[in-house]
């Protein structure tokens, strides 16, 4: 490397005093070991610090006519890009309290008149040491924070694509399309917000929450990839037995995720809320539910929320065996399940906001390519042997 980009350029100092002579005084003194501007007034130091660059040091006479130097420093520590330039007072009020003011402005230093040329170049010089470590750290940590927000990025990457990949492979053997899966993500966020605020809700739903609910959702149905083709393609009535097996999905869903987390080593928010979900959104209200027939409070959130969600989608949808049910009838027996399949102030909700889950249903709608996959899947349990 050249020498002479090696070398870093020399620390520039603004020298401020309203006395020429004194000016040319510090400007000898400093010339031989720093840049050094100057200005006889406040206010033009303060013109001469609205431009680039910035001097690393302000030597800051306070008797001066017009702008003091108090209130320049005042203006200078209230001003994002001058409050880190160190000042240093070199004045004649050499009286404690006005020291005791100055340190209190927020100057780094203060010297008084007359002044001893070895002091204030060893004062001067400290600062500028102080300042340099102080630049350093504070850069340092702007590129330690900057890179906590793009290793946190990549964090939330990879959380939203395992999510995607895991739901994606319970969708692939599922009569249901991935837009349920999109639709019910959408449905529990809503839910979510519209109870934010709710007095049995609000120690719960906050915003970090609702965006963990939101990822963890698509994850309800995971266990699904458990269940036996003949009975999770079935398109008609479940048999005692059948539906017996086909309740395990929930357990399985849970077992994967616990799984999954072993595998890690670690606590993970997201996929502790989706093991509620997974596990808990077939149970009821009233406790009629499985896998465990909680009831009420004992029911998380998470999976209450699921409940409602999971059950408009499945009522709404359109599959190869069915068509979708009207909303209107859908609404219909949500309101019916208020208190016994439900609880009570998530149906509310819901049905208070009914219109706003329809147009989430519209947006994501079925296409007939979806239908088409569904079709395809029934075909091939049908020809299995």
């Not at 401020?16 to 006889?40: E, F, G, I, P, S």
């Not at 077992?255 to 809320?273: C, K, P, T, Y």
């Not at 009629?288 to 999976?303: F, H, K, R, V």
Request: proline share 5%; net charge negative; with cysteine.
């Amino acid at each position: 490397m050249d020498s002479a980009h090696s070398i870093p350029p020399p620390s520039t100092v603004l020298v401020v005093d309203d006395t020429v002579d004194n000016l040319m005084l510090m400007a000898d003194l400093l010339k031989d070991h720093y840049r050094v501007k100057a200005a006889n007034s406040g206010e033009k130091a303060l013109r001469i610090l609205q431009g680039d660059p910035l001097p690393d040091l302000i030597l800051l006479d306070i008797m001066m006519p017009g702008l003091s130097g108090y209130e320049v420093a005042e203006q200078l520590k209230q001003d994002v890009r001058t409050r880190d330039i160190p000042i240093i007072f070199l004045t004649a009020m050499a009286a404690t309290e006005d020291e005791i003011h100055g340190l209190e402005l927020g100057a780094a230093d203060y010297i008084t008149k007359p002044i001893s040329p070895p002091v204030v170049l060893a004062r001067v010089e400290t600062q500028l040491k102080v300042k340099a470590a102080a630049d350093f750290l504070r850069d340092q940590n702007d590129y330690l924070e900057q890179e906590v927000q793009r290793r946190t990025r990549e964090v939330m990457a990879i959380q939203d694509v395992t999510i995607h990949a895991m739901a994606s492979l319970a969708e692939t053997r599922d009569n249901e399309t991935g837009n349920h899966i999109r639709r019910t993500q959408h449905y529990v966020r809503l839910l979510a917000e519209l109870l934010r605020e709710h007095p049995r809700f609000r120690h719960f739903l906050d915003e970090e929450t609702i965006k963990l609910l939101y990822k963890s959702a698509p994850l309800h149905d995971i266990g699904k990839i458990g269940i036996p083709d003949r009975i999770l393609l079935k398109p008609g009535r479940f048999t005692p037995e059948e539906f017996e097996i086909m309740k395990t999905h929930t357990t399985l869903g849970r077992d994967a995720i616990q799984h999954a987390e072993d595998q890690l080593g670690v606590g993970v928010d997201f996929l502790r809320f989706a093991k509620e979900i997974a596990y808990g959104h077939q149970e009821k209200w009233d406790g009629s539910g499985y896998p465990e027939g909680l009831a009420a409070d004992d029911i998380p959130i998470s999976a209450r929320l699921m409940a409602v969600a999971d059950v408009y989608d499945a009522l709404i949808s359109r599959r190869v065996y069915k068509p979708g049910m009207p909303h209107e009838q859908a609404v219909g027996i949500i309101r019916d399940g208020r208190g016994s399949h439900f609880d009570p102030d998530i149906c509310d909700a819901f049905l208070a906001n009914a219109e706003r889950f329809r147009e989430i249903a519209e947006r994501f709608a079925d296409t007939d390519k979806d239908m088409a996959k569904q079709a395809a899947a029934l075909e091939h349990i049908v020809q299995a042997p």
